[in-house]
């Protein structure tokens, strides 16, 4: 872990549950890879999960089994170690590619800047050669304009200790607003090309899909359809991610998806068991029978003492010396970038979804209520009411009270985006805006029929993304409420009560819910609130209380990431004339996220005793 971390806390722990094929998972890092510093269950850093890698590497040899390393993207963009350098990913690349990975992909996040594509071409491709796979992801060369496939379009190789044919793919979702020096083919297209239709009848033991793909997207599904309409019996497993969630799956008996969480949260361990080595060669029918294949998942908190506990080592013991350098890498990285620079003092905890919204403690309230009114400011348009409007998405994670430093800046709001304007819209179409945004109504089917306006979805938070497992955490939130009306909690007496008192209090974290049960996460841990967020929230300025008082007409300003969806909005409220033409830089040369910055140095003072 980093220096001044906060140190791992202990928690009932389930064990890992081997097979003859096993896999670790990362996916969704956004650049988190010096831990979380302020959280105990998740502060382990890279260079543990090297030396993690490194011992569980060892046992598999030891036990003639064979484990894969796997990454399905979005590993920049949302942490200072990544966001904070110039040119961004200054130090990133080199940290992370000293991890063996066997197969990785690209995400979204790799694709939004063509300034990070190029990187990713230049950099990560070389540095995983034999193992990026882009089954659906092309590069245009920025110097010949020449387009080719991003990496090898799929792998086939064989495991280290039992020899598995293994034909492995990589993927990412129907990406749509790529810059253009990347080109995403969709999945629909791309499984009926001849190079998967062959890759589909090359022999394997196990087909491994990886993608930057939500496990309930239909992207996977069609993927699996055309595996298996030529291969009725072989094991199929799925590693996605992109909805920030920790999620498992079955499509059918004979396969497993798996995603494994965000942020560096979570390492997602799956394990293949059963007689998985088929006999192509002998031409019987027994060689494409059914064989027994079981499968199981479990979530690794990326915490200190949980990476002991799997190793069977200790503090001492688990450190490997490749570990330690790398641990040690990050840490002169992040001091030369002055990560812990302190801009100011969160005076309390604001929370994306584990507080209601609107409420005191919601992160989006605050914004709504204290920094946008005082940052959405154009100094010629000042006398202008104006509407604000910020998509939850553009905000990552909750502010924890305390320091907000450099870090933590990327940490909330990493993005480059920055306010436009259209002038002088009617007010009664510009309120429509806000209510049309949030709601799935005509601009939901609009964007659905209309391929250019991405799924009104992408604007909100990802982990909000999938409705079925949103809905199963919102069960767990009213099974908490409903337990808490009680008084004394009635889910928690076994590690609070005085009858154990040798149990540790249960520290709050995941307690995830997936189609395969609920016993996956590695830790026990107590429920976090969760409480749903609309896509986008909106300040008025200017604009005063009574209806009678209203404007006629209001500067509607939002952050252009937006664009697409408040042009489609408008559309639907009486403002068809306005398109791309009308929309005006708001506050010229300044991200939000400097505004959000320049807020806290102004408003929260640096002293956090
Ligand atoms: O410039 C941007 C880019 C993205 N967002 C938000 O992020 C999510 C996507 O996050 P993933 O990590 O890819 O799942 C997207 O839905 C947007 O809400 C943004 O606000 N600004």
């Known amino acids: ?62 036990k003639g089994i064979d484990l894969l390393l796997v990454d399905t993207g979005d590993r920049v963009e949302g942490n200072g170690l990544y966001d904070a350098s110039s040119p961004k990913g200054k130090y990133y690349y080199d940290i992370y590619r000293e991890q063996d990975i066997d197969i990785i992909c690209t995400g979204n996040h790799e694709l939004y800047q063509a300034p990070t594509a190029d990187e990713e071409h230049r950099q990560t491709v070389p540095n995983f050669k034999n193992t990026y796979l882009a089954s659906n992801l092309d590069y245009i060369d920025p110097l010949t304009g020449e387009r080719m496939p991003m ?68 992207e996977f599904k069609d993927i699996f359809t055309a595996i298996r309409d030529q291969n009725w019996f072989t094991p199929i497993v799925f590693l996605g991610g992109h909805a920030h969630i920790r999620d498992a799956t079955a499509y ?31 031409p019987s029918s027994s060689s494409s029978l059914p064989k027994h294949t079981s499968f199981s998942r479990r979530y690794i908190d990326n915490n200190l003492l949980g990476l002991y506990h799997h190793t069977g080592l200790n503090e001492t013991t688990f450190p490997t010396e490749h570990g330690r350098n790398v641990t040690a890498i990050i840490a002169r990285a992040r001091k030369e970038l002055d990560l812990d620079y302190n801009f100011g003092c969160a005076p309390k905890d604001l929370w994306m979804t584990r507080a209601p ?60 985006s920055t306010l436009s304007y259209i002038p002088d819209v009617p007010y009664e179409v510009a309120r429509k805006v806000i209510i049309l945004l949030n709601r799935s109504g005509p601009i939901f089917h609009a964007a659905m029929a209309d391929s250019s306006v991405p799924d009104v979805r992408f604007m909100g938070i990802p982990e909000q993304f999938d409705p079925t497992t949103y809905s199963r955490r919102q069960q767990q939130q009213h099974a908490s409420d409903s337990a808490s009306d009680f008084g004394s909690s009635q889910q928690k007496p076994l590690f609070n009560s005085n009858e154990s008192p040798m149990e540790p209090a249960l520290v709050e974290g995941y307690t995830t ?52 969806w ?14 791309n033409k009308d929309v005006r830089p708001f506050i010229d040369g300044k991200t939000f996220t400097e505004l959000m910055e320049e807020w806290i140095k102004k408003n929260w003072r640096q002293d956090c005793s």
């Open 1 to 62: 872990a980093q220096p001044g971390a906060a140190s791992p806390v202990a928690a009932p722990m389930r064990d890992l549950d081997w097979g003859k094929l096993n896999i670790l998972h990362t996916t969704d890092t956004h650049g988190w890879h010096g831990g979380h510093l302020k959280e105990s269950q998740y502060s382990a850093d890279w260079g543990d999960y090297i030396s993690f890698a490194e011992h569980l590497r060892k046992l598999a040899d030891e």
């Open 151 to 218: 990496a090898q379009r799929y792998r086939k190789f064989q495991t280290k200790n039992q020899k598995l044919d293994i034909v492995a793919f990589g993927f990412i979702f129907d990406f749509t607003v790529n810059a253009n020096n990347t080109v995403v083919q969709p999945v629909e297209e791309t499984i009926k090309e001849q190079w998967f239709q062959d890759a589909i009848r090359e022999k394997a033991d196990v087909f491994v899909v990886i993608g930057h793909v939500g496990l309930r997207m239909q």
């Open 252 to 282: 059918d008996s004979n396969s497993i998806a798996l995603a494994s969480g965000r942020y560096f949260e979570t390492i997602g361990f799956l394990s293949v068991d059963g007689d998985l080595k088929r006999s192509f060669d002998v």
């Open 357 to 416: 919204y609107p409420d005191d403690n919601s992160i989006y309230t605050w914004l709504e209520t204290e920094v946008l009114p005082d940052v959405a400011v154009n100094a010629d348009r000042s006398e202008v009411p104006r509407l604000v409007i910020l998509n939850t998405g553009a905000i990552r994670f909750d502010i924890f009270k305390g320091a907000f430093t450099r870090d933590t800046t990327y940490i909330v709001s990493p993005f480059t």
């Open 513 to 564: 819910e997936d189609d395969i049960g609920n016993d996956g996460d590695d830790a026990v841990h107590s429920v976090i609130d969760f409480y749903a967020v609309p896509n986008c929230i909106q300040t008025e300025i200017g604009v005063p209380e009574g209806e009678e008082d209203k404007p006629d007409s209001v500067d509607l300003v939002f952050v252009d990431f937006i664009q697409p």
């Open 566 to 579: 408040v042009l489609l909005a408008l559309k639907f409220s009486g403002g068809e004339q306005y398109g």
